[in-house]
């Protein structure tokens, strides 16, 4: 993995991960499709190319990220269910039926091309562009921040959790349509999952900051690239953006600990301090 200053703390997340993925690899059957679920900023991206190059077998990365919807068909959905469907994230903004016919592919050894979704343009790529997937695989990791992530029941929606929610979902039309995705479609996405890791931040306090280094880091890639670093959000914008995840992880902090197979507890500079 590439040098960084938190580089030692990804390393232990990697070692920990790869020593797991490597007993279920073992055990069989292959392809495994492996979900690696963490709060944005956790370290999903970085961990899964790492165990792309440690564990030595065919294998690739499926974000969720890489399902978001483009803008011409959130509009449709702010359109008819509520207008924060606009912004990408929750559920209800991802191709569920896309990362199921991929998911289905590699399971059948098939050719398949991995969907890939340009943040800077809030747009998927050209279908030409996505990373062609040529030879059956052992491993396909499927990450994202709310992958494997249950519904809630009807009664926790009733309040809301921040302001987004208190003044522009104010009768609870959007967190109810998002949940009730979650229970549905996305469950049958999620079912394809043979294994699940959890990266569980030390609380939703901490994702701010980390979504706001994400988009420091985008800005210096835009920038690199001769794009215009404008394209990133600015930290007030961050600070909105993050909301729309809010519900969701702290329900995955709460829960999900107990039935994924593998949880590593994260400090707030990402240094594990715990696995179960």
């Known amino acids: 993995m590439p040098s960084s200053p938190g580089g030692s703390r990804l390393t232990a997340s990697l070692e920990i991960v790869a020593q797991a993925v490597a007993a279920w690899l073992e055990a069989g059957p292959r392809p495994l499709i492996l979900g690696i679920c963490g709060s944005q900023g956790s370290g999903k991206s970085t961990l899964a190319r790492g165990l792309v190059e440690r564990l030595g077998v065919p294998a690739a990365i499926l974000s969720l990220d890489d399902l978001y919807l483009g803008k011409a068909a959130r509009a449709v959905l702010a359109r008819d269910v509520h207008s924060l469907l606009a912004t990408r994230g929750v559920p209800l903004t991802h191709d ?98 043979d294994r699940l890791a959890l990266l569980a931040a030390p609380g939703f306090e901490v994702v701010q900051g980390w979504r706001t280094q994400q988009e420091a880091e985008l800005r210096t890639t835009l920038a690199e690239q001769g794009r215009d670093p404008a394209l990133a959000m600015t930290d007030a914008q961050v600070a909105r953006f993050i909301q729309h995840y809010e519900r969701i992880t702290r329900a995955i902090l709460a829960e999900m600990p107990a039935r994924a197979d593998l949880t590593l507890r994260l400090g707030p500079d990402r240094e594990v301090i715990g696995e179960s």
Do not use: M
């Not at 029941?153 to 987004?164: E, G, H, K, M, Q």
């Open 96 to 193: 569920v039926a896309l990362g199921c016919s991929v998911l289905d592919a590699v399971k059948a050894g098939q050719q398949v091309r991995l969907p890939r979704f340009d943040k800077a343009s809030d747009e998927p790529l050209p279908e030409a562009q996505w990373k062609w997937v040529d030879r059956p695989l052992d491993l396909l990791i499927f990450e994202g921040w709310c992958v494997g992530a249950a519904a809630q029941a009807d009664a926790y929606l009733n309040a809301p959790v921040n302001d987004l929610e208190r003044t522009e979902d104010p009768d609870g039309t959007w967190r109810r349509a998002v949940n009730d995705a979650l229970a549905g479609p996305y469950q049958t996405l999620f079912a394809r999952i």
